[in-house]
């Protein structure tokens, strides 16, 4: 129902010159102000610097909505347009909820595009924590969003096993196992302390034998290193299925210089005329594609940057026929996206083939106090820890509940806490209510069917509701377009703030207002349910029927 309205919004932005504007299609905080509206006259008043009201005006003058649709508009306060609702595209709305029930806010893309969505990539070094369980969230739901809305996606998960870090692992680990073994030995400068290497040692020592420390040292070191990869990618693998989140390919940086894509990125580079040498290093001509320096390729000493490799995977992505490339990092690494974007650009890529979301820090409080955390010196809030405790629903949520580059206060009390006070319980109890209405009524929720009777939902309760569910649809197609999961849980939370609200005002089995309301409420509750279940299970989050 909302697609049609978009639709033909997006037809009135293209006849004033602006086709593929990005506007926003909402429901208005107040309910006075009609059934949706939209910004879009104020982004073409700014775009033409002209009056936002006297556009809106204009806007409003060129839409062609059939009165079947849309009952009427009108210009608000700077420059919105409300948009009423027609009664019958209300009942069409419900009716398309019950008859797609799971599908329901799934659309299909004008354009399909095949997407390789990377996240998480954590270093082999040690075990998850929190900020990977935040960028695992957030990727996972990403991914989602893009399949919602028509798309193929490939969850990719790049393991950096090449590297002064996984020397560093090796060499710490080797220096455990022998410490474990009752010889001297000392963690390198640099070097990782986290008890979970001591555990990896007893492992190392138990599988392979005593002799295993009184090896001699180049091989010790090799075979630790092997070892160490193994036993944390193991142990990765494992916390990020408890956590909900599955890869469709696990790709290897060593297996990218194996393979020679490093040097062919290289070569391929060269042949475009983007390189050239100076001080004895090979350098990258990234500022005539927008970078605010040229980057150093190959230092004067042979050794390559960590950009090299980068290049060569993002160029095998290309190869491997994506459209999009879209990266989850770490916001430590923002200074890092306008020069792969100017290198992927200079290799003559659609600039908009790589995009990037930035995870912030995630800040673990603890009956109001934060939790210190250290990685070098192995003091961490691990993903599998916080997951134990406050389980997945809870921390996909709170993760998920603010936009990404955004910093995030993790309070695991409150995670806890079975509360309407906990966002993630509130949501879930209103799915709970509805599921309790069936019970106490004695129906099966997709056996209760038949024409919704506007007429029958007397209370504002029934109609905000209703409004309420039939902005779904438009929530994902943002939340998608925008990369930003977090709509989701925003769009939630008003949806169970709204389910509270009917469920305490009105009454469904044994209505006051007689047997009619009582079938329309039905068929609302119903709606209202699959709603809120087909956004959480979007989001990875489980639907309880009782809490």
Same mark, same amino acid.
């Given at each position: 129902m909302t697609d049609a309205i978009r639709t033909?919004?997006?037809?009135?932005?293209?006849g004033f010159g602006? /086709?593929?504007?990005?506007? #926003?299609l909402e429901r208005p905080r107040d309910a006075g102000h009609g059934d949706l509206a939209t910004n879009l006259a104020m982004l073409l008043a700014r775009r033409d610097r002209t009056n936002p009201r006297e556009m809106a005006a204009r806007v409003i003058g060129e839409l062609r909505f059939s009165p079947t649709v849309v009952s009427r !508009?009108?210009?608000a306060g700077p420059g919105f347009i409300n948009i009423w609702l027609a009664e019958n595209q209300l009942t069409g709305a419900i009716a398309e909820i019950l008859e797609r029930g799971k599908s329901y806010g799934r659309t299909a893309a004008a354009g399909s595009?095949?997407?390789n969505l990377e996240f998480v990539s954590a270093n082999p070094t040690g075990p998850l924590h929190v900020g990977h369980g935040r960028g695992a969230a957030l990727g996972d739901a990403i991914a989602s969003l893009y399949e919602? !809305?028509? $798309?193929t996606v490939t969850r990719e998960f790049y393991i950096n096993d090449a590297g002064v870090q996984v020397d560093r692992l090796a060499a710490s680990l080797w220096a455990r196992i022998k410490q474990e073994a009752g010889l001297q030995a000392d963690i390198p400068e640099g070097g990782y302390h986290g008890e979970y290497l001591r555990e990896n040692a007893r492992q190392v020592l138990a599988s392979e034998g005593s002799g295993f420390a009184r090896l001699p040292d180049d091989e010790g070191l090799r075979r630790s290193r092997a070892l160490g990869i193994r036993m944390q990618r193991e142990e990765q693998d494992r916390d990020l299925a408890d956590f909900g989140v599955r890869f469709d390919v696990m790709s290897s940086e060593q297996a990218i210089y194996d393979a020679g894509r490093v040097e062919h990125a290289i070569a391929l580079l060269g042949e475009r005329g983007l390189t050239y040498e100076a001080e004895?290093?090979?350098?990258?001509? !990234?500022?005539?594609?927008? /970078?605010? %320096?040229d980057r #150093? =390729?190959? %230092?004067?000493?042979?050794? =390559? !940057?960590?950009l090299v490799p980068d290049i060569a995977y993002h160029i095998d992505k290309h190869d491997r026929g994506f459209d999009r490339a879209i990266d989850v990092w770490g916001a430590d690494h923002h200074g890092y996206i306008p020069r792969m974007r100017a290198v992927l650009v200079a290799l003559g890529y659609a600039p908009d083939f790589f995009g990037v979301e930035l995870v912030q820090l995630v800040k673990v409080l603890r009956e109001g106090e934060e939790v210190k955390m250290s990685k070098r010196s192995g003091e961490f809030v691990t993903l599998h820890n916080l997951v134990n405790e406050v389980g997945v629903d809870a921390a996909r949520y709170f993760f998920l509940a603010r936009k990404g580059a955004s910093p995030l206060d993790f309070d695991v009390e409150l995670a806890k806490k079975q509360t309407d006070e906990n966002p993630v319980f509130y949501v879930q109890m209103a799915h709970a209510r509805l599921s309790g209405i069936f019970r106490t009524a004695e129906r099966d929720p997709d056996a209760v069917e038949g024409e919704l009777d506007l007429a029958a939902l007397p209370a504002p309760q029934d109609s905000e509701l209703l409004k309420t569910l039939v902005t779904f649809p438009e929530a994902v197609a943002r939340a998608a377009r925008e990369r930003e999961p977090h709509r989701i849980t925003v769009f939630l939370h008003e949806l169970a703030t709204v #389910? $509270?609200?009917?469920?305490?005002?009105?009454?469904?089995?044994?209505?006051?207002?007689?047997p009619d309301t009582e079938r329309a409420r039905l068929l609302l509750a119903r709606a209202a349910r699959t709603v809120l279940a087909n956004g959480l299970t979007l989001l990875g989050i489980t639907t309880p029927d009782r809490m």
């Open positions: 033909e919004l997006e037809r009135v932005a293209a602006a /086709d593929g504007l990005e506007f #926003v !508009t009108e210009v595009l095949k997407v919602w !809305t028509g $798309h004895g290093a090979l350098w990258l001509r !990234t500022t005539q594609f927008g /970078d605010d %320096k #150093v =390729l190959r %230092k004067s000493d042979g050794s =390559l !940057t960590y #389910v $509270h609200g009917w469920y305490h005002h009105t009454r469904a089995v044994g209505a006051p207002e007689g």
